[in-house]
């Protein structure tokens, strides 16, 4: 165990379901992060959150929705994905953006959409 | 933005001789090059970093070197062992925290 932990660790759902993925970390790390992973390609940010705010979308489509309650808890909702959306989602935190240290990933969410 | 380029895709070593992964970064900013290693059904996890200020960094069998002339760091593990065998991730940040990833080398140990 890392100190972050990602539930479900597998997820298989249609176009149409709707479901959240969610992210927890115990570290007292201010930060949050979303990355996707996919296949032979690099990690991919999608959404980073410090101190409960988020500061950075990168370009997501809408049918990914971050949510940060307070800064251990940290989800990603999801509605009418696409196949190609399919993909290793990691969470990670660390002590905050500004102090330009190291991330704690989680094991990730294996997606399946079909 | 930042870019960086990780080579090779795939490395396979025989067991007990030495890896050599190369990074490159765009970005004159950046002054913070983690390495993470990724297991088979795990995240990634940080194995070594180093900072602009310092050229060398070594722990045990791993050693990351850094060239901010040139924008070169590298990964170097010696005296390879099955268990090294994973997808190593190289990185570089600037002072706002944000890490840039390479693609990732798979790295085959064969006994």
């Known amino acids: 165990e890392t100190g972050v932990t990602q539930t479900p660790r597998h997820l298989v759902m249609g176009m149409t379901n709707k479901k959240s993925l969610k992210c927890e970390q115990h570290?007292?790390?201010?930060?949050m992060y979303w990355y996707k992973q996919s296949a032979k390609k690099p990690l991919e940010l999608m959404f980073v959150?410090?101190?409960?705010?988020?500061?950075e979308n990168n370009s997501v489509p809408s049918r990914f929705s971050p949510e940060c309650p307070n800064s251990s808890h940290l989800f990603l909702h999801l509605h009418t994905l696409q196949p190609e959306d399919s993909a290793l989602y990691l969470c990670?935190?660390?002590?905050?953006?500004?102090?330009?240290?190291?991330?704690?990933f989680g094991s990730g969410t294996r997606l399946t959409v079909v | 933005g930042e870019n960086v380029e990780q080579h090779p895709s795939t490395l396979s070593v025989q067991e007990g001789d030495s890896a050599v992964i190369k990074c490159t970064y765009s970005?004159?900013?950046?002054?913070?090059f983690p390495w993470y290693k990724q297991e088979l059904g795990k995240g990634p996890q940080l194995i070594i970093d180093?900072?602009?200020?310092?050229g060398e960094k070594k722990d045990q069998r791993i050693a990351v070197t850094l060239n901010k002339t040139a924008k070169h760091f590298s990964l170097h593990i010696t005296e390879t062992q099955p268990e090294d065998s994973a997808v190593y991730f190289c990185?570089?940040?600037?002072?706002?925290?944000?890490?840039?990833f390479g693609a990732g080398t798979q790295v085959v140990v064969t006994p």
């Open positions: 990670a935190s660390s002590q905050d953006t500004g102090q330009g240290g190291g991330y704690t």
């Open positions: 570290l007292g790390h201010n930060a």
């Open positions: 959150y410090n101190f409960k705010e988020q500061t």
């Open positions: 970005d004159s900013a950046s002054n913070y």
């Open positions: 180093i900072r602009s200020n310092v």
């Open positions: 990185a570089a940040g600037d002072s706002w925290g944000k890490l840039q």
